[in-house]
């Protein structure tokens, strides 16, 4: 499959962005009212086009680093903070660990007095992470360095560094052209349940699964390790943008996360091209809509270029 790595690039991002949005109104849904809304998968329409904090955070993450041309952790959080809109649904522990780094917390030591002081493993570092994924494509331990980086800002728990590791290393490998090899790789590379959790998507993949099992076996939650083996699930068991991202919001739960990081991971495999462009047309433009964050790409992929 002979890509463009710049359409890699912004398809990552573009990608993610379109699985936020076509996931976001029907957030927390089941699986039945999910297709009562989008009807059965083959021809969905997006509802609103507008992006929530998965694709606000993604493009902080991107803006940091194409301005430090590599990670910056007090860069980074100021971003979140001046982009941060409420409206877009923060959860309590970002909403908690931002404000805690406006009154001058550093963002080290924040996110680290969330849960009882465990931190948090829920999947908000994994669903932003598509800009580290890409440019850090050709280096898998500075990549899982650079995620567990970004992630500490507002996910000190282990078990949320290694989910926005692991999804990134699923974006470097889907940049990398790996499909048919992707699980083996990532097995390799996992750390802690995550490992377990492959091995249930290898199994899964290998039968014809009701929607029931993958929901029940890989989950559809806010944690990182019910999310991000989900996505990884929908990018290997299709082979469209479209049949992938749609069946992965098909299952409910945390459909704008889970819609946005199978998104990422299909738009670094197969192109923004391969994205449905009614799907992009009705994505929010403005400001920081679709055309600044194909931006972001182009700039992410000029960095990793001439660094």
């Known amino acids: 499959m002979d890509i463009d790595l710049e359409s890699q690039f912004t398809g990552a991002l573009i990608g993610s962005a379109v699985g936020d949005a076509l996931g976001a109104p029907v957030e ?4 039945e009212k999910v297709n009562s809304v989008y009807g059965a998968r083959g021809d969905w329409e997006m509802k609103s086009g507008r992006y929530t904090d998965d694709t606000e955070m993604m493009i902080g993450v991107a803006e940091s680093l194409i301005e430090n041309r590599g990670f910056n952790g007090a860069d980074m959080a100021h971003k979140f ?3 941060y809109d409420v409206s877009r649904g923060y959860g309590p522990g970002s909403k908690e660990v931002l404000r805690r780094i406006r009154a001058g917390e550093s963002w080290e030591a924040a996110s680290e007095q969330l849960f009882f002081g465990e931190g948090s493993y829920g999947n908000g570092a994994a669903m932003r992470i598509a800009p580290v994924g890409i440019l850090y494509f050709d280096n898998a331990e500075v990549l899982r360095e650079i995620a567990y980086k970004s992630s500490q800002i507002t996910h000190a728990h282990v078990l949320g560094k290694e989910g926005a590791a692991l999804q990134a290393y699923s974006i470097a490998l889907a940049v990398q052209g790996h ?24 199994r899964l993949l290998g039968g014809d699964m009701e929607e029931k099992e993958i929901i029940t076996e890989l989950g559809t939650g806010v944690a990182a390790f019910d999310s991000v083996p989900t996505a990884i699930y929908a990018f290997c068991r299709f082979d469209t943008f479209e049949d992938a991202v749609a069946y992965a919001i098909s299952l409910g739960g945390d459909t704008d996360t889970i819609g946005a990081m199978t998104g990422a991971i299909c738009g670094a495999f197969y192109g923004e091209e391969a994205i449905p462009g009614r ?3 009705k994505l929010e433009e403005g400001e920081k809509g679709r055309s600044y964050i194909k931006k972001l790409g182009n ?3 000029r960095i990793k270029m001439h660094p």
């Open 179 to 202: 499909k048919e090899d992707m699980l083996p790789r990532l097995k390799a590379f996992a750390k802690e349940i995550y490992n377990e959790k492959l091995n249930t998507v290898e």
């Open 28 to 31: 927390g849904y089941s699986r």
């Open 81 to 83: 903070i001046l982009n």
């Open 279 to 281: 799907w992009i047309e």
């Open 299 to 301: 700039e992410l992929y």
